[in-house]
């Protein structure tokens, strides 16, 4: 199995974990109506391109699915040329098209080197600091409080998951994730307070979850930054780039990735 199989597998099993889902021939529907804000846990996963003359009612279908539920119709489609056609039909139904080329990483594992900081320190979140953790993570690039905390309490729940909160000087300042899929293991939900970012804080965050993945006795240790910027941070801290998997944000409504980040 590749890599970038692992990628889209883990990405499936995630988005089950936070929204209902029914398979079509063509991918999946995910839906959250609580949450419908929550793109992930909203959107048509296109991961079989489909024949040319099954585009136009595919497009009706989910957005009658999505319509229903008074959630904006959106899809994701992992590639680009193969689903051309199906962009076209898109593009005639008035979506807009986000294009990105995700980087995929894999930890080498070499440990994050880091620089000693005696005032941090990384714990589990647990209910005693569950409101601290989310505190860090509604910031706007994860849709802000109003999705995150829906989309949390969910993951806190399923024991797929294990969140960190690091705390420096006593406050909440970063956070990160690790969601266990089978042998593979994605770092998610990586975050820091805007007053604490460029001290170097992330990297103490990599090291501890690098050292959390070595004892859970699985195969691959993935990460896929959001953008270049990261995907370099990242880099320094033992992860290695194997590769970009093309993906399209096609959205009939609200606001697009690009806007949120």
């Not at 990405?11 to 889902?21: E, I, N, P, S, Y």
């Not at 930890?107 to 994050?112: E, L, N």
């Not at 820091?192 to 965050?205: F, K, P, S």
Request: with cysteine.
């Amino acid at each position: 199995m590749n890599i970038f199989q692992l990628v889209c597998e883990t990405d499936l099993a995630m988005k089950q974990t936070f929204a209902a889902t029914e398979s079509r021939p063509w991918g999946y529907l995910f839906s959250n109506r609580g949450n419908p804000l929550h793109y992930d846990a909203n959107h048509a996963h296109i991961h079989i391109a489909p024949a040319p003359d099954q585009n136009e009612s595919i497009v009706r279908e989910v957005v009658r699915f999505y319509s229903e539920k008074d959630i904006f119709p959106r899809f994701y489609l992992y590639g680009q040329q193969e689903y051309q056609q199906l962009l076209d039909v898109l593009v005639h139904h008035q979506f807009r098209l986000e294009f990105f080329q995700t980087p995929v990483q894999v930890w080498t594992g070499a440990f994050a080197e880091v620089k000693p900081m005696s005032d941090i320190r990384i714990e589990p979140v647990t209910t005693e600091n569950y409101e601290d953790f989310l505190l860090v993570e509604s910031i706007d690039e994860f849709g802000g409080r109003a999705v995150r905390e829906k989309a949390f309490a969910l993951e806190f729940r399923n024991t797929a998951y294990r969140h960190y909160l690091l705390r420096w000087k006593g406050e909440p300042a970063s956070t990160a994730c690790l969601f266990r899929a089978g042998d593979c293991v994605r770092v998610e939900s990586v975050a820091t307070v805007a007053g604490y970012r460029g001290q170097g804080l992330i990297g103490h965050l990599l090291r501890h979850v690098q050292e959390q993945f070595a004892r859970m006795g699985a195969a691959h240790l993935l990460v896929c930054p959001i953008n270049e910027q990261v995907e370099k941070v990242y880099q320094r801290y033992g992860f290695d780039t194997v590769g970009h998997l093309p993906f399209v944000h096609a959205f009939r409504g609200g606001k697009g990735i690009h806007e949120i980040r």
